[in-house]
């Protein structure tokens, strides 16, 4: 069974001898008039900003790539919210994109997972 979100969150906080503070897991989108997971980012980075922190980070890893409405939520509203409510440092740390690295290891999970079933003539 895969870790849930905040054990990853937890899991890396523990490798990286941080503080139970430093390193939180909140949801950026909401989808339909149903409840949802949270605490939602929006919210949570303006309480943040509020209970003084000012300078934070976020990173989105649920994503490969960089998407036009994860960038427009991140980059404007979910950064909005926090300056607006007092924080001074937003930093997105963008996804893998188009890294080579990454393309390597995208094409490596997919040649290991299509074994077998596709073959392909030169």
Request: charged share 30%; hydrophobic share 40%; aromatic share 8%.
């Amino acid at each position: 069974m895969a870790a849930r979100p905040a054990d990853r969150a937890g899991l890396l906080r523990e490798t990286l001898d941080w503080e139970k503070e430093a390193i939180q897991t909140a949801f950026q989108s909401k989808f339909g008039p149903e409840e949802w997971v949270g605490p939602a980012t929006v919210d949570h980075v303006a309480e943040l900003a509020r209970q003084g922190k000012k300078h934070i980070a976020v990173i989105s890893p649920a994503f490969s790539s960089d998407c036009v409405e994860t960038l427009e939520e991140i980059e404007e509203e979910i950064r909005d919210a926090f300056i607006e409510a007092g924080g001074e440092t937003f930093t997105y740390i963008p996804c893998l994109n188009e890294r080579d690295d990454h393309i390597a290891a995208l094409l490596s999970i997919i040649g290991n997972e299509l074994s077998g079933w596709v073959t392909h003539e030169d």
